[in-house]
């Protein structure tokens, strides 16, 4: 049997001290997972300390495009290789390497076309994440469930899996900055099925987080207004020929 | 001549307009000339320069279209309609500009990805020596 080609996208953003610890991590959680650090134009080390691992494949953008830019040309390069899994993964050292393999099994199974690792599916011990974020969280669980009748209760979670056909929708369509929430609302409109697993994350450990203070208003009106105007559009997606 | 002339100064808003219009016009036009512009954004600039040089010249149907909205200077109409054709180009830059950072976007990615082939690449044929 010829195993799946699984491909690791880890968008990077001054991530000089985490970057070596989580490539590190995946390597050993499974030697066969081609890991690509996405470096959004980062203004430290990022580069080096990724390329120093000796382990992952480091695309360097020569400008800062924000993370979905970042994991979109993951997902191009995925898609250029051909791979069969994507697993999209912070660079700061939040999500586990151990539970990857909990993502990957419903893609297997067919039961879905995304896997999307969750905080909320059920009470786990870890990290929970701010008061004031869960709040957005909860109107994100309204606006999925209004929007495209799938429920989905971490919106905001960056650790997903991907099966192929997702990989090549994606790598053409993938919203530019805060693009969690919005992938949701685009994916399922375009009949994608979404799954959640229960997953544990670890507080971040090292860096800045991206939201907080005022911007975190911005952030929700933008992402809101793109929620809803991604479910006015036509469906976009064309099925794939049967290989 | 006497006589043109007091007209000319009794209306010297119409005939500042019509002047206004015509250079307006004429500048396009060179721009697109010297390829300083290209055509499909010019176009809403002509457009509207042709609008105010015909409203400049066609007084009484200036008024009309002012007795129309309400508006007892006719001449403020035109300011309305300068301010309506200023609102639609810039509306036409928005969406130029959304439309040059997606394809900036797109450029950026390929060539990141073009650079970590190359790298890729390179580092094989060094192997290979």
Known sequence: MISDKIIIIIPAYNEEKNIHSVINSLKQENANFECLVINDGSADDTQKAAESSGLATVVQLPANLGIGGAVQTGFKYAFYHQ??????????GQHLASEIKHLLAPLRNKQCDVCIGSRFVQKTEGFQSTFMRRIGIKIFKVLNRLLIGQKITDSTSGFRAYNKETIAFLAANYPTDYPEPETIILLGKNDFIIKEVSVEMVERQGGES?????????????????MLMTAQRHKIRRKMKDE | MNNLLDILISNRIQVFSVIGSISLIF????????KKLK??????WLGCGFIFLFFSI???LLQIFANTLGIIYAPSALLLMLILSAFFILIQYSVVISKLSESNKNLIQEVGILKAELKKLQSHVMDGK
């Open chain 2, 58 to 60: 066609f007084k009484p």
């Open chain 2, 27 to 34: 500048i396009i036009f060179e721009l697109i000339k010297y």
């Open chain 1, 210 to 226: 991206s939201i907080s203070g005022l911007k975190s208003a911005y952030y929700m009106v933008k992402v809101v207004l793109a």
């Open chain 2, 39 to 44: 055509e499909q954004y010019s176009l809403l």
């Open chain 1, 83 to 92: 791979f069969d899994y994507a697993i999209q993964f912070d660079g700061d």
